[in-house]
């Protein structure tokens, strides 16, 4: 850690704040003991357990805003202080959290054997609350891991959909005891699952362990039957089963328990200026900091207690990285009612603290991700946006019940100068919809290239709801959402900045809050939104080609036709040109209703160029890990590296982690987990070990 890191800084928590504990728990206190590696290999190690020594306390508690001591209130998660009664309230009779439907696997990994295969091989049980696992438990490997890896490999999902609680209800005029079921009712709203792989591809071996990481959040939706977040984003798409009147008694928006808010979008091996520490994010305004080597939530906070700078109740899961200036890139959503803020933010060894590189006025928009190069940031504000200008959302609905989708408004391309501090142009291009931006970069010629995964609409967040998953026969259209590899280009940005300053009579920004206005008149009068696709004409208002007709377009172009999800690219390529994109994808047998192959796609020839599949198998993000080079001088080609993914098998009721050859797609080996991890849309991440 830089000298700088380590500083004194406003917002480290004092003891006091270290002893904060809930009520509802008896607080036992526990030596916080990681778990430490063979002798052999405690000098790899040595830059991630150092952070947990017990003489490193004292330093990690003053050195970064997000640097903190693990003995915050862990003792929800201490397997030795949880008490029977605890853990029975917690757990169904299979040992499960309250499964609603069927087991999901038991919750000691074994070795693969000879089962008797289920028949029913649909993805339907990767969406059942799964158990965690105590310990580290050691994998049998099937084939042969290359051996150069060697590290760490985290990811995150949801765990727990359902959750039981009791209610009293009138029998013939008597009180009576009841059982009902509170459940999340999208793919990206169940209470997360953190897991954790170990390679040593010397040794050829694989440990794994896993945690559930909100025990407290899901004794909560117990007491009050159902889940209204006291902030927005808070839920994607799931009923509260919450008064309006809870919806409108919002608290603090910092939260002080480390297992009380759901971060399950991303898992981070590291923020720059933290060492040796994990996070997790979410949709609004958190991270929660847990162990990296047991899983256990020890922190969760605010970007805003970080850098008070960094305000706005709603933030982006999918934070950018620049290796070369060793910065970490983010935003933060200060929402209006008729537009927003989006508050550019970077953190660095050298600026632990960080700082606001730009704020940039905009629509209010859903944005899952962004795109950086050397130079630029690049926000896509699609036009799945706020109804009801932004009231709903502001009440802490869910994003899906607070945004619509408005075909005849643009999607727009807000440029900011990384150097200057300041939005440079904004581009348009017709509606459409996506989750994952792939690349940008920069050509040389003042332009920008930027690869976004599309879809023609919002429709693909609607299906991703937890009853389609469960109920795919019922999932309207019948299959998801195709999308399509495009590529946007930005052209001529030094000229059309000049001519954008010039124009100031016309800024987007301020035209994008009249349109926001108007825009929601036009769905009050339910004639503007929509998620009917086939019937959408899509020709926008006179108002809305008034004002966006004054900005430049952005050309595009598909580069592959197969759909495809969670896409990735080789580290080393991001923000450079790059030939390889790859995700999960559908198979020639696939019915559409869930991802189920692996697939690498070449984007010069704009073909799919390698597959993986496996019958009745269904993977999870597939995340590139690159081969290290040997030497300072070998030149390593782009596909060069490995793809790890969580595949559910169906047929076998249970997972394994899948290894893969970035080159082929072929098998290098496989590791049967013996419980079943439920699939997800989080994004993982990795760390070497040299």
């Known amino acids: 850690m830089s000298d700088k890191a380590d500083v004194e800084h406003p917002l480290t928590p004092t003891r006091e704040d270290q002893a904060t504990s809930d009520e509802s728990f008896s607080v036992i206190s526990e030596s916080a003991v990681a778990d430490k590696p063979a002798d052999s290999d405690e000098n790899e190690w040595k830059n991630v357990s150092s952070d947990n020594s017990d003489d490193d306390q004292g330093k990690r508690a003053t050195s970064h805003p997000l640097q903190q001591s693990s003995a ?17 309230s917690l757990l169904d009779a299979e040992g499960l959290p309250n499964a609603q439907d069927g087991d999901s696997g038991a919750t000691t990994p074994v070795k693969e054997r000879e089962i008797e295969l289920d028949s029913d091989t649909s993805h339907v049980k990767g969406f059942a609350n799964a158990g965690d696992i105590d310990g580290i438990a050691d994998l049998e490997v099937e084939g042969q891991l290359p051996e150069w890896l060697n590290g760490e490999h985290y990811t995150i999902g ?13 029998i013939d005029g008597l009180l009576q005891s009841a ?36 025990r407290r959040l899901v004794e909560k939706i117990r007491d009050h039957h159902g889940y209204a977040p006291p902030h927005p984003a808070g839920l994607f798409k799931t009923d509260s089963n919450q008064t309006m009147l809870v919806k409108f008694l919002k608290s603090a928006p910092k939260a002080n328990k480390p297992d009380a808010e759901p971060c399950a979008a991303r898992i981070l091996a590291g923020i720059p200026g933290v060492d040796g520490r994990l996070f997790a994010q979410n949709y609004a305004n958190h991270i929660q900091e847990l162990d990296p080597f047991d899983l256990k939530p020890t922190r969760v906070l605010c970007w805003d207690e970080v850098n008070p700078a960094f305000k706005g109740y709603s933030s982006c899961p999918n934070g950018q990285y620049d290796p070369q200036t060793g910065e970490y890139i983010n935003f933060t959503m200060e929402i209006g009612y008729q537009s927003t803020s989006y508050n550019f933010f970077s953190i660095s060894d050298r600026n632990p603290k960080g700082s606001i590189i730009a704020s940039v006025t905009a629509p209010t928009g859903y944005v899952h991700s962004f795109s950086l190069t050397p130079k630029y940031i690049v926000l896509v504000v699609f036009p799945l946006l706020t109804n009801t200008g932004a009231v709903k959302f502001a009440w802490n609905e869910s994003i899906m019940d607070s945004f619509s989708f408005y075909p005849s408004e643009p999607t727009l391309f807000y440029v900011i100068s990384r150097d200057k501090g300041q939005h440079l142009v904004t581009y348009r291009a017709d509606a459409c919809f996506a989750f994952h931006h792939v690349n940008a970069y920069e050509d040389g010629h003042d332009n920008i290239n930027v690869d976004i995964l599309c879809y023609k609409d919002a429709t693909i967040a609607h299906q991703l709801t937890t009853e389609n998953m469960r109920n795919p026969s019922e999932m309207k259209p019948s299959r998801l959402a195709s999308s399509e590899l495009r590529r946007f280009v930005l052209s001529n940005i030094e000229d059309e900045s000049l001519s954008y300053l010039t124009n100031n009579s016309i800024l987007p920004t301020a035209s994008g809050v009249a349109s926001r206005v108007s825009s929601m008149w036009s769905y009050l009068r339910g004639t503007n939104a929509t998620t009917d696709v086939e019937n959408s004409t899509a020709q926008p208002s006179a108002a809305a080609a008034g004002w966006y ?10 580069l592959v036709q197969s759909s495809m999800e969670l896409p990735q690219v080789n580290p080393l390529y991001r923000m450079h040109r790059h030939k390889y994109v790859y995700g999960v994808g559908f198979s020639e047998e696939s019915d559409g209703k869930i991802w189920d192959s692996i697939i690498k796609t070449d984007i010069e020839t704009h073909k799919v160029t390698a597959t993986w599949h496996q019958e009745n198998c269904y993977p999870s993000e597939a995340v590139f890990i690159g081969r290290p080079s040997a030497s300072a001088d070998e030149e390593l080609q782009e596909d060069d590296g490995v793809l790890v993914s969580i595949v559910l098998d169906s047929a076998r009721a249970t997972s394994f982690l899948l290894v893969l050859d970035a080159s082929s797609l072929q098998v290098l080996a496989k590791a049967y987990l013996g419980v079943l991890v439920p699939l997800s849309f989080g994004r993982g991440s990795y760390r070497l070990r040299t």
């Open 72 to 88: 915050i209130d862990v003792s929800a998660y201490s397997n030795d202080t949880w008490s029977q009664q605890q853990e029975s």
């Open 158 to 170: 949801p765990g727990t959909y359902d959750i039981r609680y009791t209610r009293k209800i009138e």
């Open 179 to 214: 059982t009902a079921t509170f459940s999340f009712g999208h793919w990206f709203d169940g209470l997360p699952l953190a897991n954790r792989f170990d390679f040593n591809g010397k040794r050829n071996a694989i440990t794994y362990r896993s945690r559930l990481t909100c």
């Open 549 to 558: 007709a004054t900005l430049p377009v952005a050309s595009s172009g598909q």
